[in-house]
């Protein structure tokens, strides 16, 4: 078990200067859905698959709809939900209003259990070729 990384090589602008830099970067392993976790999950607790669906369907709807009323919703073993918006600065008070908020979102931090799993993963190098900045996992080839 191991977050796995790859060698990116990419162009950035520091200064008005292009330099040209080469980063460590995720190399990102299978994507979990909620079916496979289910499943995990039913394999290691007395609970049923179809249990464990119910109450992810569940916990999404009920985050989703304290963080959309302005609730911070703290789960102790996985960790905390924000609500968050984005906004513009403008001159005066008088012109902070909704159409100065530019989109809402939702932040996550993780408990200090969770943090540390994370923490402690070992890196392991995925491929020894360098990418270039324009190669993504999740572009096809003609695009």
């Known amino acids: ?33 909620a079916m496979s976790l289910a499943q995990e999950i039913s394999e290691t607790t007395t609970a049923s698959k179809s249990d464990v669906l119910l109450l992810l369907s569940a916990l999404e709807e009920r985050i989703g709809f304290h963080i959309a009323n302005g609730n911070v919703v703290k789960l102790e073993l996985l960790g905390t939900f924000y609500p968050t918006i984005r906004a513009v600065a403008v001159d005066s ?20 259990t969770f943090k540390d799993m994370v923490a402690k993963a070992p890196l392991r190098l995925a491929d020894r070729r360098v990418f270039n900045a324009d190669t993504h996992p999740m572009k096809k080839k003609n695009e």
């Open 93 to 112: 008070a008088d012109k902070v209003n909704q159409f100065s908020i530019k989109s809402k979102g939702v932040r996550f931090a993780p408990s200090a």
């Open 1 to 33: 078990m191991s977050i796995r990384y790859k060698k990116k090589h990419q162009k950035v602008n520091h200064n008005g200067e292009v330099k040209e830099v080469f980063i460590a970067k995720v190399a990102y392993g299978s994507y979990i859905n």
